[in-house]
T-cell receptor
Framework: NAGVTQTPKFRVLKTGQSMTLLCAQD?????MYWYRQDPGMGLRLIHY???????AKGEVPDGYNVSRLKKQNFLLGLESAAPSQTSVYFC????????????FGPGTRLTVL | SQKIEQNSEALNIQEGKTATLTCNYT??????LQWYRQDPGRGPVFLLL?????KEKRKERLKVTFDTTLKQSLFHITASQPADSATYLC??????????????FGKGTKLSVKP
């Protein structure tokens, strides 16, 4: 089992460009999450999904969109990247919500110039 | 609003000693508390989960306590080793604070174990 995988691992964007981050899990988890991690801020939840076809906003959703068309995939989109979106992005998945451990991917380091 | 604080940004200890990390929270009452380990350049890895009705939980050299009166969790690593050096994150469920049951993470404590 690969667990949770993320592509790409690194990306540099110019302000205003768009991109999609892909997360895939092979554990048949219902719940999937996108976090960003910034120095001094810790992990913050951007969006999450409680099942195929569903998405919901987390703590810091502005500037991001998500889709969960297939149970195993969770996509995070940046329509018009801004320097404030420079961060490390982590995808995670779990069987349940806070009463279950989350499995994290290796992260995507995004720089917006 | 909900607030989670981990006692310090960094903790340095000598190999063989017990490391104790603290996680304090305010303004809500979580039903679950989790601890994760994060190595540089990698995603967090789950270590332990403790429920509000459990006082203590152990796993090998790890021990977690959960005091709902003090609103505090302590994370202990006994007989620490240099390989234990990492950042440790606590996370609590937000059920009591309006986050639909998602985890809320602390900023982490970076532990360094010197040989």
């Amino acid at each position: 089992n690969a667990g949770v995988t993320q592509t790409p691992k690194f990306r540099v964007l110019k302000t205003g460009q768009s991109m999609t981050l892909l997360c895939a899990q092979d554990m048949n988890h219902e719940y999937m999450y996108w976090y960003r991690q910034d120095p001094g801020m810790g992990l913050r939840l951007i969006h999450y999904s409680v099942g195929e076809g569903t998405t919901a906003k987390g703590e810091v959703p502005d500037g991001y969109n998500v889709s969960r068309l297939k149970k195993q995939n969770f996509l995070l989109g940046l329509e018009s990247a801004a320097p404030s979106q420079t961060s490390v992005y982590f995808c995670a998945s779990s069987y349940g919500l806070a009463n279950d451990e989350q499995f994290f991917g290796p992260g995507t380091r995004l720089t917006v110039l | 609003s909900q607030k989670i604080e981990q006692n310090s940004e960094a903790l340095n200890i000598q190999e063989g000693k017990t490391a104790t990390l603290t996680c304090n929270y305010t303004n809500y009452s979580p039903a679950y508390l989790q601890w994760y380990r994060q190595d540089p350049g990698r995603g967090p890895v789950f270590l332990l989960l403790i429920r509000e009705n459990e006082k203590e939980k152990r796993k090998e050299r790890l021990k977690v306590t959960f005091d709902t009166t003090l609103k505090q969790s302590l994370f202990h690593i006994t007989a620490s080793q240099p390989a234990d050096s990492a950042t440790y994150l606590c996370a609590l469920d937000g059920l009591g604070g309006g986050s639909q049951g998602n985890l809320i993470f602390g900023k982490g404590t970076k532990l360094s174990v010197k040989p």
